[in-house]
């Protein structure tokens, strides 16, 4: 066990091959400048032969030297990695402060048939616990290593206190467990209480089980038989028609545009000089008629790419339930399984697009603590809104599917108005000046922002239900947020003079994660005071009705 084992020999080959992603985009358009004009008899052979020869033994010995000296150890408690050619680094992994272990198959590790081990604690940020390439027969060797060592500390937990308890007479730890101390919101003991939470409720046990990937390449055999409380079942899988309807229904076009603008920005260097000139003086005698069939066409070309990158990311899309773990994997060239703890989630959202629904469809993501740069997980893509309070009962319990109790006043229309009619006005006037009468197209973007804005005031809201707040706006699609009391790290009520005048307050809920921060403007009065009142309120005490009078401060930090 304590023998220190090497990751796979095939390991060598990745300096070599990221470099030569690295260098491809390079090497190709130094190839075409340099060929621009010239021919192939010019090009100096010997010389370019011996530097790629030379590059690539170079490589080849900086991956044998990583190689053999990237090792880690299994110990009682603990895994050690020690890894480094120059400088040597020695990481400590203990088990008590293992999350979970991730199994990833990126698109070098997926056609060589291996396997990449990520290691997930608090903290600890990326190239941290990762063994890059191993076999899928040693991943399940990890597995259970950690399952057994997790078991182990579990039957430690359960003897001490019962050995505790019998030495006590006329005691009990009862009230102790049902009354854990909570931290008041905002305090480093808050965040710490976060990072480290605690099994209070019994409900879910946090522990860390680990994952195993039952597709993995090469044909290797399945792992042995867990436990009966450790048993894997599939929760969810996603058909390939609805895949298909995921992907055409939630076109990412900024993705795809900013990709269609890196082509045309390298057009100059892919292509020749007089190709170019040719080009861009074509495009310059164009009708405007012209134009708007060209925006017309790029604009469906660019849907269809992102419909491509949707597919490509979550094709296989599967959730399964892995002990008291929740199991996402997905990915095309990229299979991907990522392993998180309900009582580790801070937040869902329910997104509704402006296509989907039309069509009842929404798509649900979970916000996870967690140490990984991606903290937002698809819990499903497309799923029908009625389906919606079935998934969170099976997947995130303390989650319930709440509709919006309290909506903004129609004297708030305003609010949700002014500014998308100054952003478009000014879109307008830019275009006009510069384009002339085509820029008069401009104005229709005018009755849109119009009509934005009543929809974003329509569709806004909030409402209180025990433990939990659930936030509803719209920005272009439509996004519902539930959210725990716990999780909320503060508050904040603000209102111009004229807004408290008119009865109307703004909150923004802070978590501890700013992405997934959430805020409220042109709400009554009373439905604010009504959820301060909520958020300062102590265990055990009821909810008193709010006071009419609003605080005279216009910024309140709860």
């Known amino acids: 066990m304590n023998e220190p084992t090497r990751l796979h020999r095939l390991f060598i080959l990745f300096p070599l091959v990221g470099s030569v992603k690295s260098l491809i985009p390079i090497a190709a358009l130094v190839s075409?400048?340099?060929?621009?004009g010239k021919s192939l008899r010019d090009i100096p052979w010997y010389w370019l032969s011996a530097a790629i020869v030379i590059l690539v033994s170079l490589l080849l010995l900086y991956g044998y030297l990583k190689w053999k000296r990237f090792v880690y150890t299994l110990e009682e408690d603990k895994i050690l990695i020690r890894r480094g050619v120059l400088f040597r680094e020695e990481l400590s992994i203990y088990t008590g402060r293992i999350h979970s272990m991730n199994m990833e198959q990126p698109l070098l590790q997926r056609l060589l048939g291996l396997t990449q081990v990520r290691i997930e604690t608090p903290g600890k940020k990326e190239g941290g616990g990762i063994l890059p390439a191993v076999t899928n027969s040693e991943g399940e060797r990890l597995q259970r290593w950690l399952r057994e060592q997790t078991q182990t500390r579990q039957a430690d937990r359960e003897v001490h206190p019962a050995a505790e308890n019998s030495g006590r007479s006329g005691q009990s730890l009862s009230s102790e467990t049902e009354r854990p101390s909570v931290p008041s919101p905002g305090t480093p003991e808050a965040y710490e209480s976060a990072q480290h939470p605690s099994n209070h409720n019994g409900d879910y046990e946090s522990v860390p089980l680990m994952d195993s990937e039952s597709d993995a390449a090469g044909g290797e055999k399945a792992s042995p038989p867990i436990p009966a409380e450790e048993e894997r079942s599939t929760l969810l899988q996603l058909s390939s028609g609805r895949l298909l309807i995921a992907a055409l229904s939630s076109p990412n076009l900024s993705l795809a545009l900013a990709f269609v603008g890196g082509i045309v920005s390298f057009a100059d260097d892919l292509l020749p000089d007089r190709m170019y000139q040719s080009l861009f003086q074509s495009a310059g005698k164009l009708l405007p008629g012209s134009w708007i069939s060209i925006a017309a066409l790029a604009l469906i070309v660019s849907w269809l790419l992102s419909a491509v990158l949707y597919t490509i990311k979550y094709a296989g899309f599967t959730v399964e339930r892995f002990g008291k773990q929740i199991s996402?994997?997905?990915?095309?060239?990229?299979?991907?399984?990522?392993l998180f703890s309900p009582e580790r989630v801070l937040a869902i959202t329910v997104k509704e697009g402006v296509f989907r629904r039309w069509f009842g469809y929404a798509e649900v993501k979970v916000h996870v603590l967690t140490s990984e740069s991606e903290k937002h997980f698809m819990l499903h893509p497309l799923l029908k809104t009625g389906d919606i309070p079935a998934l969170l009962k099976?997947?995130?319990?303390?989650?319930?599917a709440q509709a919006i109790s309290a909506s903004p006043p129609p004297r708030a229309r305003w609010m949700y108005v002014r500014w998308k009619l100054a952003s478009a006005a000014a879109v307008s006037a830019?275009?006009?000046?510069?384009?002339?009468?085509?820029?008069?197209?401009s104005l229709l973007l005018l009755p849109l922002s119009f009509a934005w804005g009543l929809l974003s005031h329509r569709d806004s809201g909030l409402n209180v239900t025990g433990r939990q707040l659930t936030i509803r706006s719209r920005f272009i699609a439509m996004s519902t947020r539930y959210i725990r009391r716990p999780q909320i790290i503060a508050m904040e009520v603000s209102g111009t003079r004229r807004q408290r005048r008119k009865g109307l307050l703004s909150l923004q809920v802070k978590m501890i994660f700013s992405e997934i921060n959430e805020s409220l403007s042109g709400m009554e009065q009373q439905e604010i005071e009504a959820v301060r009142a909520w958020f300062q309120q102590k265990k055990g005490e009821t909810l008193a009705p709010p006071e009419r009078s609003g605080p005279t401060s216009s910024i309140e930090r709860l």
């Open 394 to 400: 099976r997947v995130t319990p303390q989650f319930s």
């Open 430 to 441: 830019a275009c006009i000046w510069y384009f002339d009468r085509l820029g008069l197209l």
């Open 32 to 36: 075409i400048k340099f060929l621009n």
């Open 328 to 338: 996402v994997s997905c990915g095309l060239l990229e299979r991907k399984r990522l």
